[in-house]
């Protein structure tokens, strides 16, 4: 499975953007980048995903470099509630994985009032 | 209306003991999973199942036996707990194997003493 890297965290104050980064310098072209979030004591939730055009969704938006070597979850205001462990997850279509999604350790968001 | 339930939410054990997990969904699917976090919370995959057959396998020990009577049902099966078998279990569903999101369930946090 291509690797992702994250920060290990990230601080954002309320209703300020905020820039979550994720470098994937081994994606293949069959690969989905695919955002995912943990709120406390919850499970995972999907918050968005793309191959090579940048998305937007009411959740959030996510930027793809051009080279698709790295990407950027953004929201574009940040409430209490959006504090979480964010993953940033390559999910290959076809083939053998099946779709699985391999969470790395992800990015704890803190998101002061 | 839960999407993605399972049955029971908390469960405190004795190693050497049997037990199971119950998932279900209303959402039609056709992918279900299960996903195990360990106390340094990652999060990996265990199973995946499409319509009933078995699609993903990632080496779990055979004394975890999922089991899918139907597509909104896939229940695990666990004998003989070990200390190591403490974690949070999450299922979820996509509507394909692909590309598709994945709903999770709230989790069930197995202790084993």
């Known amino acids: 499975d291509a690797k992702t890297t994250q920060p290990n965290s990230m601080e954002s104050n309320e209703e300020e953007p905020v820039h979550l980064p994720c470098n994937h310098s081994?994606?293949?072209?069959?690969?989905?980048i695919h955002w995912y979030r943990q709120l406390p004591s919850q499970g995972p939730e999907y918050v968005i995903h793309?191959?090579?055009s940048n998305v937007n969704n009411r959740m959030a938006s996510l930027a793809i470099a051009e080279d698709r070597k790295s990407s950027t979850l953004i929201l574009h205001r940040a409430t209490l509630r959006d504090a979480a462990v964010y993953y940033c997850?390559?999910?290959?279509?076809?083939?053998?994985?099946?779709?699985?999604?391999?969470f790395g350790q992800g990015t704890i968001l803190t998101v002061h009032p | 209306d839960t999407a993605v339930s399972q049955t029971p939410k908390y469960l405190v054990t004795q190693m050497g003991n049997d037990k199971s997990i119950k998932c279900e969904q209303n959402?039609?699917?056709?992918?279900m999973y299960w996903y195990k976090q360990d106390s340094k919370k990652f999060l990996k995959i265990m199973f995946s199942?499409?319509?009933?057959?078995?699609?993903i396998n990632e080496t779990v020990p055979n004394r975890f036996s999922p089991k899918s009577p139907d597509k909104a049902h896939l229940n695990l099966h666990i004998n003989s707990l070990e200390l190591g078998d403490s974690a949070v279990y999450f299922c979820?569903?996509?509507?394909?194997?692909?590309?598709?999101?994945?709903?999770f369930g709230e989790g069930s946090r197995l202790t084993v003493l």
């Open positions: 979820a569903s996509s509507q394909d194997g692909q590309t598709g999101e994945l709903f």
């Open positions: 081994t994606i293949s072209g069959t690969d989905y």
């Open positions: 793309g191959l090579t």
């Open positions: 997850i390559l999910r290959r279509a076809g083939g053998t994985s099946y779709g699985k999604l391999t």
């Open positions: 959402l039609g699917h056709d992918t």
């Open positions: 199942y499409n319509n009933k057959e078995l699609i």
